[in-house]
């Protein structure tokens, strides 16, 4: 039953993985772009969530109503204003994106110091559910591996069952062409990158209440979106959250076998599905 359980919270947590890299994901699908500075975002998202909070006196969950619809207004300005003038070249929009983080990382330290910040969510960290004897499953990864199950099933039909989705599509396939049938790609882009930031506001608010998190958490939560998206393959988001899903296990089960291992573990597993099969488990171009 030890065993089962260490497989549940790992599953449990790829949930919150996939979160992270459904953003990465949706941006590199719709205009092959690798967002650098996306971690560090969602450290952004989790400040604005633990201020939020804290101002206004609610609790995280009602907060994102705000940060979610700020966090993609933000998103859009910043593609339309920055990162649409770098497009179409091979290194500025990676080096753009880098420079953004490090941007990032600097501003957070000297508006907050290196001080750490978790938001609060009562008894509700500590409350689980035990459908079997033995077997418990805490309410809040619960919650957050649903919310992430919501949210990729919710970009799949935007992606495929909508004009808007299908427009995306278009300008992913040939962005050249889609400007000449009237798309307007500068438009689509930065609607695309106001998703994945309102998507990196809910991972936020979620790794937020987890654990602490300081200026400099971003990389590593970089990493684990990156890891994800690669081991479920490029261009497919329920690959993105099958991703997760392994790698929570795979840290989980590291670190039922030795205490310093639940990184190290993730990072074989990567290593492995790399090795086996270059284009990850399930690889899809959104195209």
Not at 30 to 41: E, Q, Y
Request: charged residues 10%; contains cysteine.
């Amino acid at each position: 039953m030890d065993w089962l359980n260490t497989i549940v919270q790992g599953v449990l947590l790829g949930g919150l993985y996939a979160l992270f890299a459904a953003g990465l994901s949706l941006i590199f699908g719709v205009m092959r772009l690798v967002n650098i500075a996306h971690g560090d975002i969602i450290v952004v998202t989790a400040y604005m969530a633990f201020f939020t909070t804290r101002l206004l006196g609610i609790d995280p969950f009602t907060a994102l109503l705000i940060v979610v619809p700020l966090s993609a207004l933000v998103g859009y300005l910043l593609q339309r204003l920055l990162l649409n003038r770098t497009l179409g070249e091979d290194l500025p929009p990676l080096l753009v994106t880098f420079g953004l983080s490090v941007i990032i990382q600097n501003v957070l330290l000297l508006l907050f110091k290196a001080d750490s910040h978790k938001l609060q969510m009562g008894s509700l960290e500590v409350a689980s559910w035990m459908p079997v004897p033995g077997l418990y499953i805490g309410a809040l990864p619960l919650i957050q591996f649903c919310t992430a199950v919501v949210v990729v099933g919710g970009l799949q039909v935007l992606f495929y069952r909508t004009p808007l989705g299908r427009a995306f599509r278009a300008t992913s396939d040939d962005p050249e062409i889609a400007q000449l049938m009237g798309l307007d790609n500068r438009h689509l882009f930065g609607m695309a990158m106001a998703l994945a930031l309102a998507v990196a506001a809910i991972a936020g608010t979620f790794i937020a209440i987890r654990t602490n998190f300081d200026p400099f958490a971003g990389p590593n939560l970089l990493i684990f979106g990156f890891e994800a998206i690669i081991i479920g393959g490029l261009g497919s988001l329920w690959g993105t959250l099958a991703g997760g899903v392994l790698l929570g296990v795979a840290q989980s089960v590291g670190g039922e076998l030795n205490v310093a291992w639940p990184i190290l573990a993730g990072h074989v597993a990567f290593l492995m599905v790399l090795l086996v099969r270059r284009q990850g488990l399930f690889p899809k171009v959104m195209a």
